[in-house]
Each structure stands twice: as structure tokens, then as C-alpha cells.
């Protein structure tokens, strides 16, 4: 049913809560997981802090998550005690996560998309916006969100 998961990332714990998920749901599906990580140029709202004044470009920061995200997939992946070897993909993008995400589904065939409820406080929401409600609401494909803190 699934041949293309989409697994998003900003870097944070949240999100790595749900790779278990998408790794099992891609193991049983025989899928590909798609691992994107979006950088918004415009707010830099996902850029965290330790890594500010220690990278010299977003595209140097998005390898940066990517790959320690990859290392946690594999990590999680080693530990599943029964798993099919999972085709990983990594893809960074700058623009609006919203935008980008659903962009993406259409243009690289995604099948679903798993992503994990980022745990802004209600301010931050109001006046950011959610990413992962608009996702919901705007996706071509279903969404499976893990709750902040899982």
C-alpha cells in the first residue's frame, strides 16, 4: 500500500520520537523512507541554538541534521528485533515547512507522511502557525502525527 514514507525533521527530540514509527511502518510496507528536513530562511524559526554562530550556511546545517538524524534512524533500526533493511533517502529543502512538505508528496510520490507534533507553547502557535495542522489539512496523503513528548 505504502511505497514512499515521508519522514520530516527539524532536528529536535520531538521529532526523532517519531522514527520508530515510520521505520516499523516502512519495514512492514517493504517502503522507502524519504527523510526531509526543511529550513525556513525566512524566520529561522527551526535552527537550534547551539548550532548558532557554529555553521557558515543553511545548507551546511540541514547535512548537519540530516545525517545525525540518518545516525538515529539506524540506531532505532538496529534495534527492532524484527525488520527489513529500510531504503533511507535524505532530502533538504529551504521554504516554508507547510508548503515544502506538501509540495514534496506530489513531486517525489510520497505515500504518507509521519511527522511529529512540534510542542510549541500556545503563543508560539498562534503566532507561528502549526506545521504539522496545516499538514493535516492541506496533505494529498494521510498523515500519522506523534504527539509532542511521546
Excluded: W
Excluded at 547551539?50 to 541534521?65: D, P, T
Aim: charged share 35%; with cysteine.
Amino acid at each position: 500500500m505504502y511505497k514512499r514514507i515521508l519522514l520530516t525533521t527539524d532536528g529536535s527530540d520531538n521529532s526523532k520520537a517519531a522514527i520508530k514509527h515510520a521505520l516499523q511502518i516502512a519495514s512492514d510496507e517493504k517502503a522507502e523512507l524519504v527523510i526531509l528536513h526543511v529550513v525556513d530562511r525566512k524566520h529561522l524559526t527551526n535552527i537550534r541554538e547551539e548550532h548558532y554562530g557554529k555553521i557558515n550556511s543553511i545548507e551546511e546545517y540541514s547535512k548537519i541534521v540530516l545525517d545525525d538524524f540518518e545516525k538515529a534512524v539506524k540506531e532505532v533500526e538496529s534495534e527492532m528485533e524484527e525488520h527489513n533493511e529500510v531504503k533511507i533517502t535524505k532530502i533538504a529543502r529551504g521554504g516554508k515547512p507547510c508548503d515544502v512538505i506538501v509540495k514534496l508528496c506530489e513531486e517525489e510520490n510520497i505515500d504518507m507522511i509521519v511527522i511529529s507534533n512540534s510542542g510549541k507553547h500556545k503563543l508560539d502557535r498562534f503566532l507561528l502557525g502549526s506545521v504539522t495542522e496545516r499538514i493535516i489539512r492541506d496533505s494529498p496523503v494521510p498523515v500519522y502525527v506523534i504527539p509532542a513528548n511521546y
